[in-house]
């Protein structure tokens, strides 16, 4: 089976001359369609630029990303502004929700990007990730838990192929860390998101397929302690 | 429009204080038409009313006061007669005088020395009473003076005597001086401070300020060819308008106040929005992220000057309106017209439009990276 998403010999660097940072080294990775990847590490070992790289923010130094068949390497600025908007999902650190959006309303706006064949209904998407009673409400009348969740439900409403989640408990604490990535995990494995989630916290790996570590901009499979 | 309504809504305390700068700005700017606009009519309105194409000057008068320093003769008038293109040509004369009306009534007026039943006789133009010598046809301001049809008004120095036979309907005005319409030969002797029983030379009636023309076609004369064969130096009725007393000077100082409320207007509105895309940045950038496209968002941002223009400038052009209403029933040189206002509504608003442009196009620059953590 094709992946949703594939990264082969990915290498990033930063800056020139003497100051050149390595921030990917030859990373490569699959992730089939519902399932869900970990990738952990110290900060600074290249984890938001693997998600940049994946989520077309930013192209790689040498090597191919692609999307099923979608080579990102061939497509132009408005193109791949185009695949963010129609088959990649970000959920970024604490929601990063619209300030002035209520929730249901959070969830409306990527479907005013543009036009969308199939997008899911933005009032059950609430309902389905627990916040259909908070529909009315904006951010800051909002847990940090529950903008999460509406964040997740704006990240998939476009039905994307694949979801990139950039800590999404760093500002939770363990109960709502456990709750977030379960509903991420059901998400992904329900309707077939390939799913890549960037995170610190060890404690909620249990949910995930797969636990990839990434040090030093060099991604490989981890210790038996650290899964 | 999804993303800008509702944060015009959200954010309503400051974009309302924006709009408050923007209203201010549109009384003021509505304010100083109407003062443009009454300071025009109170200099030239009796020029403007003129149905003439140009006035043939003395040569190389000067033109800051070609109405008070030109002679011309019935050479020059005789020549414009004859040339190609020209459909009336007839003297005028135009002198600024003190008077008092046998009531006591104080007042200066613009004498404008017209020939009878030609084309600037008030009573062919308007239906006025015939003037005859020793008579005058005032303007409506001048009767606001409180002079009557029928009152006596007494030249000074010379104790000429002019009797009021009617009063216009409309202001005409000269140098902010009511006009007095009268026959050429009265005003002739009025400029020369003819008193009465004083014994008049013939070259007084020779003389006039300038040759009133009417064309069928302006590009039909050879204005320069004419200009020489004359001995004139000729102007267009609006060219003229800057030899009226204070005339360039005012306009041109109302003017430059208009402008600058127009570039302020473009710098605060583009203060404001720099300041907003700033504050966005992190926003902007999740946005880019999930796939937004440059030509959303600036069509956003857009969309949200446009409703903040529009709406203040309503608003402060409706305020200002019914302030300049008030001011125009007072004595003050003020008057309200449509198209002055319609002109500085459409500048307020492109200008203030594109401050709005320049800043949201910072929007472009903004890095959909900075979206994910480490950028934060």
């Given at each position: 089976m094709t992946a949703a998403l594939s990264l082969k010999d990915v290498t990033l660097t930063h800056g020139d001359g003497e100051e050149i940072v390595l921030a990917l080294d030859h990373v490569s990775l699959e992730v089939g369609p519902g399932e869900l990847v970990a990738i952990v590490g110290p900060s600074g070992a290249g984890k938001s630029s693997l998600l940049a790289v994946a989520g077309a923010?930013?192209?790689?130094?040498?090597?191919?990303v692609r999307l099923g068949e979608l080579d990102l390497g061939t497509a132009s600025r408005r193109e791949l502004t185009r695949i963010r908007r129609e088959r990649i999902g970000f959920v970024f650190q604490s929601g990063n929700l619209i300030p002035a959006l209520t929730s249901l309303d959070q969830i409306r706006l990527p479907l005013t990007f543009g036009t969308f064949e199939n997008p899911r209904d933005p009032r059950r998407l609430l309902a389905e990730v627990g916040m259909e009673h908070k529909a009315d409400r904006r951010p800051h009348q909002l847990s940090g838990g529950e903008r999460q969740r509406v964040g997740i439900a704006r990240a998939l409403v476009t039905r994307p192929q694949v979801l990139l989640v950039d800590e999404p408990t760093a500002a939770l604490d363990r109960q709502r860390s456990?709750?977030?990535?379960?509903?991420?995990?059901?998400?992904?494995?329900?309707?077939?998101?390939?799913?890549?989630?960037?995170?610190h916290d060890h404690d909620v790996l249990h949910h995930c397929d797969r636990v990839l570590e990434m040090i030093d901009g060099r991604l490989r499979e981890p210790l038996a302690e650290t899964a | 429009m999804f993303l800008a309504l509702r944060e015009l809504r959200f954010a309503r305390g400051r974009f309302a204080l924006m709009g408050a700068v923007v209203a201010l700005i549109a009384i003021l700017v509505v304010i100083l038409s109407g003062l443009s606009v009454g300071l025009a009519n109170d200099g030239v309105s009796?020029?403007?009313?003129?149905?003439?194409?140009s006035f043939a000057f003395q040569e190389n008068v000067s033109k800051d006061a070609a109405f008070s320093r030109s002679v011309v003769g019935q050479d020059a008038l005789d020549t414009w007669a004859e040339q190609d293109g020209v459909i009336g040509a007839v003297p005028f004369g135009n002198t600024l005088v003190n008077a008092r009306t046998d009531q006591g009534v104080e007042i200066d007026l613009a004498l404008f020395g017209i020939e009878t039943g030609s084309f600037l006789d008030?009573?062919?133009?308007?239906?006025?009473?015939?003037?005859?010598?020793?008579?005058?046809?005032?303007?409506?301001?001048?009767?606001?003076?409180?002079?009557?049809?029928?009152?006596?008004?007494?030249?000074?120095?010379?104790?000429?005597?002019?009797?009021v036979v009617d009063i216009l309907d409309d202001q005409h005005t000269f140098g902010h001086v009511d006009v007095g319409y009268l026959p050429l030969k009265t005003w002739q002797e009025a400029r020369a401070g003819v008193r009465?029983?004083?014994v008049v030379p013939d070259r007084v009636y020779e003389e006039f300020t300038a040759v009133a023309l009417q064309v069928d076609d302006e590009s039909a004369v050879d204005w320069a060819a004419a200009d020489e064969a004359a001995g004139t130096t000729s102007l267009t009725r609006e060219e003229s308008y800057g030899a009226s007393p204070g005339y360039t000077a005012e306009i041109a100082t109302l003017q430059l106040i208009q402008w600058f409320l127009y570039a302020?207007?473009?710098?605060?509105?583009?203060?404001?929005?720099?300041?907003?895309?700033?504050?966005?940045?992190?926003?902007?950038?999740?946005l880019r992220a999930m796939g937004a496209s440059t030509r959303y968002l600036l069509r956003d941002s857009l969309v949200q000057s446009i409703v903040l223009l529009v709406v203040s400038a309503g608003i402060g052009i409706g305020i200002g309106l019914a302030l300049g209403a008030a001011v125009s029933a007072t004595a003050m040189p003020f008057a309200l017209e449509a198209a002055p206002i319609a002109v500085a509504t459409v500048l307020l608003?492109?200008?203030g439009l594109?401050?709005?442009?320049?800043?949201?196009?910072?929007?472009?620059?903004?890095?959909?990276?900075?979206?994910?953590?480490?950028s934060r």
């Open positions: 923010l930013t192209p790689p130094t040498s090597g191919t456990q709750d977030v990535v379960a509903l991420l995990a059901r998400e992904a494995h329900d309707h077939g998101v390939a799913t890549v989630m960037v995170t | 009796g020029l403007q009313r003129m149905p003439v194409a008030p009573a062919i133009r308007y239906g006025s009473a015939e003037v005859q010598e020793g008579e005058v046809v005032i303007s409506r301001t001048a009767a606001e003076e409180g002079i009557e049809v029928g009152d006596t008004i007494i030249l000074q120095p010379s104790e000429a005597e002019l009797t009465p029983g004083d302020i207007s473009a710098l605060v509105i583009g203060a404001f929005f720099t300041v907003l895309t700033i504050q966005r940045r992190q926003e902007i950038a999740v608003l492109v200008l594109l401050g709005a442009a320049l800043a949201v196009l910072r929007i472009t620059r903004v890095d959909p990276l900075a979206a994910l953590g480490g």
